[in-house]
């Protein structure tokens, strides 16, 4: 799809990485420069740079880094001239799809070409992507960015109102993505499209109920089964390494000390309980239980320094203390969540010479559901 070169070439289309918010696609084209807030760059200086590289502005500002685009990158910086899908919707539909290497897809509209990309690269050069698009300027971005990015073998692209004149192939696709305001009126033209000698799928990707439910019902009337929607909710968290405010060998101090502080109370007690037994004896009996006490004195001396906890002095002696202090990760969720984009309804198509009694022809559909 893109260039595989280990280095960026003129004509090369890179993404340049600014910060997690400003990403944006690049031709390469000598003369030109690039202007952002973190620097001054000339296109000519990137040529030769390894992809992945970090680059440092010619003004000293700041720096980028030139990476190699991938569909999941392009989808984070192409121009917007529609709403998108986001990967993660992406994901669910190309698994929900069975869509692999060597499949036939259908795609309406365009748009801005991110559900398209995903898909070129997962079938390959081995399947093709039908893609339809009514709006004029849009469908003819779209071809000159497929063009660019070495995708025309693989997509054939139709400027086409696909609710009013229906799809260009018959029994010919795997399966059939709708992102149209309408998908509904073009359930009948879709079913013409899917193949009938196995069992294909669609999906409708719609943004509200009252659409999800229209839907639905030209799906049943069109004879698709196993009719389920599903809805992504992305909650992505933002993870950071923050030091601890303690060092580990604060820590070690504070644990000695707390431990020393129990072991002296200990000792204590056993001096004092020493005592009440040697008071009461001296009731007793004076002289022979003077002489015992000594002992009794001597041997609560001995239990001190024993009784040290092996714990402690095993960390003390044997744990090289960082002089660095310690570090927690941190999980917090983003603010923003691009969550709800829209509900996806998937329905399955039955080969005609489907009866129940018949094991399911999409072999590969068992295999992976
Ligand atoms: N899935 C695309 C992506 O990931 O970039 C975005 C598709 S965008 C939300 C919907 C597109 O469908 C628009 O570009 C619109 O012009 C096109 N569209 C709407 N009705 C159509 C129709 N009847 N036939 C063909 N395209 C249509």
Redesign the pocket.
């Known amino acids: 799809m893109w260039s595989t070169d280990r280095e960026v070439a003129a004509g090369d289309v890179v993404i340049i990485w600014q910060t997690r918010d400003i990403i944006q696609p690049l031709l390469i084209t000598p003369g030109k420069d690039l202007n952002s807030r973190f620097g001054h760059y000339r296109h000519a200086d990137l040529i030769g740079v390894p992809y992945g590289s970090k680059v440092g502005s010619s003004n000293g500002k700041g720096f980028i880094h030139v990476l190699r685009p991938t569909p999941e990158l392009w989808t984070m910086a192409l121009p917007h001239r529609?709403?998108?899908?986001y990967l993660a919707d992406i994901a669910f539909i190309t698994s929900w799809l069975n869509i692999r290497r060597g499949s036939r897809v259908i795609?309406?509209?365009?748009?801005?070409?991110?559900?398209s990309h995903s898909v070129v690269r997962t079938i390959g050069s081995a399947g093709h992507l039908w893609s339809?698009?009514?709006?004029e300027v849009?469908a003819e971005k779209a071809r000159e960015e497929f063009n660019r990015h070495g995708m025309a073998d693989i997509v054939t692209l139709t400027h086409?109102?696909?609710?009013?004149d229906g799809f260009t192939v018959t029994d010919t696709v795997d399966s059939v993505f709708l992102?149209?305001?309408a998908p509904w009126d073009a359930v009948e033209h879709a079913k013409k499209a899917l193949r009938k000698d196995c069992t294909t799928r669609i999906c409708c990707f719609s943004p509200c109920m009252e659409q999800v439910l229209r839907t639905v019902t030209a799906l049943n009337d069109a004879g698709f089964t196993d009719i389920t929607m599903y809805e992504t909710l992305l909650k992505p968290h933002d993870v950071h390494q923050i030091p601890v405010p303690i060092s580990l060998s604060d820590i070690v101090d504070k644990l000695k000390k707390s431990e020393f502080k129990r072991e002296e109370k200990r000792l204590r007690q056993i001096a004092n309980s020493s005592k009440r037994k040697r008071d009461s004896s001296v009731d007793k009996d004076d002289g022979s239980k003077k002489a015992k006490t000594d002992d009794d004195t001597s041997n609560t001396a001995e239990i001190g320094p024993a009784a040290v906890p092996v714990t402690i002095q095993s960390i003390t002696e044997t744990t090289p203390v960082p002089s660095q202090p310690a570090k927690v990760n941190l999980s917090k969720p983003m603010q923003e969540v691009r969550g709800h984009t829209s509900y996806l309804t998937f329905a399955r198509l039955l080969p005609i010479s489907f009866s129940p009694q018949m094991p399911d022809l999409d072999e590969n559909m068992v295999k992976s559901d």
Do not use: M
Not at 82 to 85: A, M, N, V
Not at 107 to 115: L, M, Q
Not at 160 to 164: E, G, Q, T
């Open positions: 529609t709403q998108i899908l795609e309406a509209g365009t748009g801005s070409g991110s559900f339809y698009e009514f709006h849009r086409r109102n696909v609710c009013k992102d149209l305001p």
